[in-house]
């Protein structure tokens, strides 16, 4: 364990289990990236924002879609421009340098101190991404072909990798990775989220709000189950209309605050409709 290490604990803001913080301090003692699964709405992305703010860290987001290459994320050579600039003559398309632009991961290995890199849902590149990224970050090192410099990272930044689990995974990959799966929290964790966004939430309406939430969240035909905050945005929307008490009804107040496909909504209305037992 290193000199600089300094152990996560969470934040005012974001609140961890045991597991989590856990997980967290291993990576940071193995200088390893850290891949967080778990649901839409479980805080991996907020994960990596409470990681900067507890070790007072800049933070650079890399958020990975479908085309994203490893490349893209240590610089891009704007070719485009430099051609702009020789037909209209604007600035000196000689010096190459002023058309490469450091992606996030390059940012990373460039900064002057150590930073929080989040790589946001890696599981949307193609499968040939992750080991190729990996290979970057095990090298913290790169060559800018166009100009022949070389970025040498001072410091290893502090990886962490979110996975929504729409595919698999390389295992040469997960190898290199420490591995943690957020589950959804429960009522008892519930109750202590809500209580750091709503601070002054009487006790009743908590109560209600938290048996109606996860009432919808046991019905088993939903497509997208609502999330944290998507619960947070609902009571805050019942606060804003003086609403003080909810039940699970045809005429819940805001639930499109918590559903947001239609099926989910028809589900819900024909669950009430049928009378059944909310069970997943």
Known sequence: MTESFRRFRGTDRYLTSEGLEAAVNCALALQRPLLVRGEPGTGK???????????????????????????????????????????????DVRDIRRYIELGPMGRAFAASSRTVLLIDEIDKADIEFPNDLLHELDRMRFHVAETGDEVVAGERPVVIITSNNEKELPDAFLRRCVFHFIDFPGPEMMKRIVAVHHPDLEASLVQQVLSVFYEIRNLKQLRKRPSTSEL???????????IGDVTLSRELPFLGALLKKEQDLTAYADQLAGGRRWRS
């Open 45 to 91: 992305t907020l994960l990596a924002e409470a990681v900067a703010a507890a070790l007072q860290l800049p933070m650079i987001a890399w958020t990975i879609k479908s085309t994203t290459r490893a490349q893209d994320g240590l610089y891009v050579y704007d070719t485009v421009r430099r051609l702009y600039d020789s037909r209209f003559g604007d600035g």
């Open 232 to 242: 947070i945005d609902w009571i805050a929307a019942l606060r804003a209309a003086g």
